[in-house]
């Protein structure tokens, strides 16, 4: 963990609470300045509750918290006009052209008609949305409003970006259309952080993450550095007619680190998966075999013992 001296934000011991519910328990972490940083975890695991403390929009019920070197506390109007916030439900105004939601936007923050034009311009070339300008919003497909978003929060020119589960609900290809606009934005120096519960997600966007369940942290590092610390080079995954079975991993000569036995598949975490595939055949008689590399997911699992989504 880097020290709070270099850091865009600095957490220790962040609590937040809900009556009797500790929705964050005492994390402690810190974001560079220009790194893509994620909270990976399930639905509920403190994840939003963070990000909201963040963004000045939620007090923090104890420990301390420092963004952009200032206190949410006493300064969240000045922490706030630097920010970029994309929620996790996009909140635009579908009666309103897809110009005008950003330039009322921009409106905001106090910048000129004339400024605020050629803002909108910029943005809208940026995130692939000048041809559909003057266009109403309700019709725009789910990917297109969340590139829309992307392209409100940057209207201020934020040096901090927050992001809440930027690509839920999304397909595949408008997916990866969000990614390569938040990669762009990563090259051009803005600090972006980020909640997914998608694994994939945090691999290909997060530089570093902490993992999170029941509001606290599990563990923190690289996602490289996570899979290898934390996991075999590959997995093999079983599939059955019927129950899964329960087996050691023992039962495989050595060639299984662990095994981890799912509802519908059993998990074999090995370092040679094509080797151990005949073995498997041979012993479990499954219905079908694949074998993958390591994720963020087998992390997780391992952590936790249950999936990212359950």
Known sequence: MSGAGDALISARGLVKS???????????????????????????AGKSSTMRMIGCVSPIT???????????????????????????????DN??????????????FGLSRKQVRERADELLEF??????????????SGGMKRRLTIARSLVNEPELMLLDEPTTGLDPQARHAVWDRLFRLKRQGV?????????????QLCDRLV???????????????????????EVVELRFHG??????????????????????????????GDALV??????????????????????????TGRTLVD
Request: aromatic share 6%.
């Open 127 to 140: 995130v692939q949305l000048a041809e559909r300008a003057t266009d109403r919003v309700e019709p725009l």
């Open 18 to 44: 809900f009556g009797t519910l500790r929705a964050v328990d005492g994390i402690d972490f810190d974001v560079r300045r220009g790194e893509a940083f994620g909270f990976l975890g399930p639905n509920g």
């Open 211 to 233: 993992i999170m369940d029941h509001g606290k942290i599990a563990e923190e590092g690289s996602p490289l550095e996570l899979i290898e610390r934390l996991s075999t080079r």
């Open 191 to 203: 600090t972006l952080v980020l909640t997914t519960h998608y694994m994939d997600e945090a691999e």
């Open 243 to 272: 129950d899964v079975p329960t087996v050691e991993a023992g039962l495989f000569d050595g060639r299984v680190a662990r095994t981890e036995a799912l509802p519908d598949r059993l998990l074999l975490y090995t370092d040679d």
């Open 95 to 108: 009666e309103l052209t897809v110009r005008e939601n950003l330039i009322i936007y921009g409106r905001y």
């Open 62 to 92: 104890g420990g301390t918290l420092s963004v952009l070197g200032l206190d949410p506390a006493h300064d969240g109007p000045r922490i706030r006009s630097r920010l970029g916030v994309v929620p996790q439900l996009d909140t635009l």
């Open 278 to 303: 005949p073995i498997a055949h041979e012993r479990l008689q499954p219905q079908s075999v694949l074998v993958r590399r390591s994720t963020l997911e087998d992390v997780f699992l391992r952590l």
